[in-house]
T-cell receptor
Framework: GNSVTQMEGPVTLSEEAFLTINCTYTATGYPSLFWYVQYPGEGLQLLLK?????DKGSNKGFEATYRKETTSFHLEKGSVQVSDSAVYFC???????????FGQGTRLTINP | DSGVTQTPKHLITATGQRVTLRCSPR?????VYWYQQSLDQGLQFLIQYYNGEERAKGNILERFSAQQFPDLHSELNLSSLELGDSALYFC??????????????FGPGTRLTVL
């Protein structure tokens, strides 16, 4: 079946550091890929998405590129801020299905 | 604010009891999804309704059921509750429920604690 694997957390960085959160997936066909963010006490918000191979999703300084050859969708940001502290979820939905399959989440803490 | 509302925000109950969680989708959205977030299972899809009809089913226990009403709000019913049902339950909505993906907008969740 379809599955998503994220790097284990928690991740703690200093402000202005470079961020990478790894995400790999297993899916049949050509899934769409997503990164969601969950701030403390809130629901999930879509951060970015990519719907086909080599697409790059970007938002708020975050980027992720759909790599079909390595089945990966790693999240990156060049300079993190304290306000980026949250839990990040990688997710996919496979062709013809609306449900999202999530990774286990990575808790990110940014220290000033 | 995603436009998706969930009530109640917190629910504390005892084992063996039954509870109902309520979700109102964004205005105009026809699809409602329920997800469970627990420490050991992570975020898991439970069930989807589209315009009143069940569209997809995930890892939903037989003790759990859901429905979507004509005004498009949805309820998730959890019965014979067990300690392991303690979790955060999210509702999400999207414009359609067809083959083309539409962004899902998530509500703030209902935190269920079973004692």
């Amino acid at each position: 079946g379809n599955s998503v694997t994220q790097m284990e957390g928690p991740v703690t960085l200093s402000e202005e550091a470079f961020l990478t959160i790894n995400c790999t997936y297993t899916a049949t066909g050509y899934p769409s890929l997503f990164w969601y963010v969950q701030y403390p006490g809130e629901g999930l918000q879509l951060l970015l998405k990519a719907t086909k191979a080599d697409d790059k999703g970007s938002n708020k300084g975050f980027e992720a590129t759909y790599r079909k050859e390595t089945t990966s969708f790693h999240l990156e940001k060049g300079s993190v801020q304290v306000s980026d502290s949250a839990v990040y979820f990688c997710a996919l939905n496979s062709q013809g299905a609306q449900k999202l399959v999530f990774g286990q989440g990575t808790r990110l803490t940014i220290n000033p | 604010d995603s436009g998706v509302t969930q009530t109640p925000k917190h629910l504390i109950t005892a084992t063996g009891q039954r509870v109902t969680l309520r979700c109102s989708p964004r205005s105009g959205d026809l699809s409602v999804y329920w997800y469970q977030q627990s420490l050991d299972q992570g975020l898991q899809f439970l069930i989807q309704y589209y315009n009143g009809e069940e569209r997809a089913k995930g890892n939903i226990l037989e003790r759990f059921s859901a429905q979507q009403f004509p005004d498009l709000h949805s309820e998730l019913n959890l019965s014979s509750l067990e300690l392991g049902d303690s979790a955060l339950y999210f509702c999400a909505s999207s414009a359609t429920g067809g083959n083309t993906y539409n962004e899902q907008f998530f509500g703030p969740g209902t935190r269920l604690t079973v004692l």
